[in-house]
């Protein structure tokens, strides 16, 4: 038995978690699919729309590597290391792609959740593996801080996202009062 062995229902939550958001996603990106295409909306749909699954399948990725039935924690150790890296490498490519869109100006909080949050659980990733070297069972913790971290960053990124679109239509199609008595 692993270190990884006393996870496993943390990580089928996490995970179940992930991929149920995942598809509320594409549900919610499907209603708006029909309104009028705006210039520079794809470049802020990579900005801020694909980071938002990014995150989910990471965190469902990583919910994945923590309850396969490894004979030991190395491999899992590897691939949590490899994706923080990875993901540190991608939030580069968001902060970019931020910076370029120019459909929305990002404020502090658009820079906090989908720019240092997620950079944090990627590096919290990351960092983990190597602390793995000296305990894994304490090295388990941080994982499934980061792990909660990127689902939770997701969902506020999805909910700030529906958010937006839902008052930027009411703004585009105010609604006509009664007068009153």
Same mark, same amino acid.
């Given at each position: ?133 000296? +305990? ?20 506020? +990124? ?24």
């Amino acid at each position: 038995m692993t270190a990884l062995a006393g996870w496993e229902n943390f990580y089928v939550i996490v995970g179940s978690s992930a991929g149920a958001l995942i598809g509320l996603q594409f549900v919610v990106i499907t209603l708006i699919a029909n309104r009028p295409i705006v210039r520079g909306q794809a470049e802020a749909g990579a900005a801020f729309a694909t980071p938002t699954i990014v995150h989910f399948g990471a965190a469902l990725l990583l919910a994945g590597i923590q309850t396969a039935p490894w004979r030991g924690v190395g491999a899992a150790v590897v691939l949590w290391c490899l994706l923080g890296l990875s993901g540190i490498a991608y939030e580069i490519i968001v902060a970019r792609r931020m910076r370029a869109q120019t459909i929305y100006a990002p404020v502090f909080e658009d820079w906090l959740f989908h720019v240092v949050l997620p950079a944090v659980a990627y590096a919290t990733l990351a960092g983990s593996a190597y602390a793995a070297r000296s +305990n894994v069972g304490w090295a388990l913790f941080p994982v499934g801080a980061a792990a909660m971290l990127l689902l939770f960053v997701g969902i506020h +990124n999805a909910w700030d996202a529906v958010i937006y679109h839902l008052l930027e239509r009411k703004h585009e199609h105010p609604v006509e009062r009664l007068p009153t008595e």
